[in-house]
């Protein structure tokens, strides 16, 4: 069985319509760009057609690959203090010579709309999810799991323990009772580890990891990796594993469709952070 990210993107973007209509204004989110990578502006151009479609205004601000550490900083902290802007994207990778650790603790949690500055993930990490804006592609692998497994009580491998995906998603995870192993691309033994769990999710960048040795006929497998090659875009899981497990997800066309969704899905409930209002 394919566990497809579409249809669901389709009903998260349909909620986000109407919940955007209620707010009575157009919320300003902010992509800021400081890497001078092409592929970066790709993606970001998909964001505001998407953003057009929802009626929110998305702005650009592409510092360049040159920008300094220090600069990078105060244009954050600005759009953090700034009240005509609800949400702000900081693109992901940045120069290599800018450190994105320091950077994300420049956003103000409340209009992280990626969920990825340490406020925000140390909500989750504390089971505080409520008053937190949840990473989207780590939400985007909970959302599929559950369309294949009662997470509750489940037994899910995490492969990767990366800050945008492996980590979070582990909290997030056990903060709906599922037990979780957390593995690398160099835990030994790594068929054995997978045997008796559930669930395999993937989120290393390593096109092909995980192989056909590596699962059970009653695995769930949801592949969060993205990998460009010279045949397209593939993932980390190799596609021979596809008819020998249970059911799941293509890449791409699994967790990447509701991921955008569920981003814009963070911007409404920014604003409502904003307000003061509790969200569930």
């Given at each position: 069985?394919?566990l497809?990210?579409?249809?669901?993107?389709?009903?998260?973007?349909a909620?986000?319509?109407?919940?955007?209509s209620?707010l009575?204004?157009?919320?300003?989110?902010?992509?800021?760009?400081?890497s001078?990578d092409?592929?970066?502006?790709v993606?970001?151009?998909?964001k505001r057609?998407?953003a057009?479609?929802?009626?929110?205004r998305?702005?650009v601000?592409?510092?360049g690959a040159?920008?300094?550490?220090d600069?990078?900083?105060?244009?954050l902290?600005?759009?953090?203090q700034?009240?005509?802007?609800?949400?702000?994207v900081?693109?992901?990778p940045?120069?290599?010579?800018?450190?994105?650790d320091?950077?994300?603790?420049?956003?103000?949690?409340?209009?992280d709309?990626e969920?990825?500055?340490p406020?925000?993930?140390?909500?989750?990490?504390?089971g505080r999810?409520?008053?937190?804006?949840?990473p989207?592609t780590?939400?985007?692998?909970?959302?599929?799991?559950?369309?294949?497994?009662?997470?509750?009580g489940?037994?899910i491998?995490?492969?990767?323990?990366?800050?945008?995906?492996?980590?979070?998603l582990?909290?997030?995870?056990?903060?709906?009772?599922?037990?979780?192993t957390?593995?690398?691309?160099?835990?030994?033994?790594?068929?054995?580890?997978?045997?008796p769990?559930?669930?395999?999710v993937?989120?290393?960048?390593?096109?092909?990891?995980?192989?056909?040795e590596?699962?059970?006929?009653?695995?769930?497998v949801?592949d969060a990796?993205?990998?460009?090659?010279?045949?397209?875009?593939?993932?980390?899981?190799?596609?021979a594993?596809?008819p020998l497990?249970?059911?799941?997800?293509?890449?791409?066309?699994?967790?990447?469709?509701?991921?955008?969704?569920?981003m814009?899905?963070?911007?409404v409930?920014?604003?409502?952070?904003?307000?003061?209002?509790?969200?569930?």
């Amino acid at each position: 069985m394919q566990l497809l990210g579409r249809p669901l993107a389709a009903s998260v973007t349909a909620e986000v319509r109407q919940r955007l209509s209620r707010l009575g204004f157009s919320p300003h989110l902010v992509s800021v760009v400081a890497s001078g990578d092409p592929a970066t502006l790709v993606y970001v151009e998909s964001k505001r057609r998407q953003a057009e479609k929802l009626g929110v205004r998305l702005s650009v601000q592409d510092l360049g690959a040159g920008v300094s550490q220090d600069d990078l900083h105060a244009a954050l902290h600005q759009l953090s203090q700034d009240d005509s802007v609800q949400g702000i994207v900081l693109e992901l990778p940045l120069a290599p010579h800018l450190d994105p650790d320091a950077a994300l603790r420049r956003i103000a949690h409340p209009k992280d709309v990626e969920g990825l500055t340490p406020a925000n993930l140390a909500l989750v990490s504390a089971g505080r999810e409520a008053e937190a804006l949840l990473p989207p592609t780590p939400r985007s692998v909970r959302f599929l799991l559950r369309e294949a497994l009662d997470l509750s009580g489940a037994r899910i491998a995490v492969i990767g323990p990366g800050r945008t995906v492996g980590r979070p998603l582990t909290w997030m995870l056990n903060n709906r009772q599922a037990t979780v192993t957390l593995c690398n691309e160099f835990t030994r033994g790594l068929s054995e580890v997978l045997a008796p769990q559930d669930a395999v999710v993937v989120a290393v960048g390593l096109a092909g990891l995980l192989r056909p040795e590596h699962v059970q006929p009653h695995h769930v497998v949801i592949d969060a990796g993205i990998n460009v090659t010279a045949s397209g875009v593939v993932g980390d899981v190799d596609p021979a594993v596809w008819p020998l497990v249970r059911a799941h997800t293509p890449v791409p066309g699994g967790v990447g469709p509701l991921t955008s969704a569920l981003m814009f899905q963070n911007l409404v409930r920014a604003v409502r952070l904003q307000r003061g209002e509790t969200v569930e």
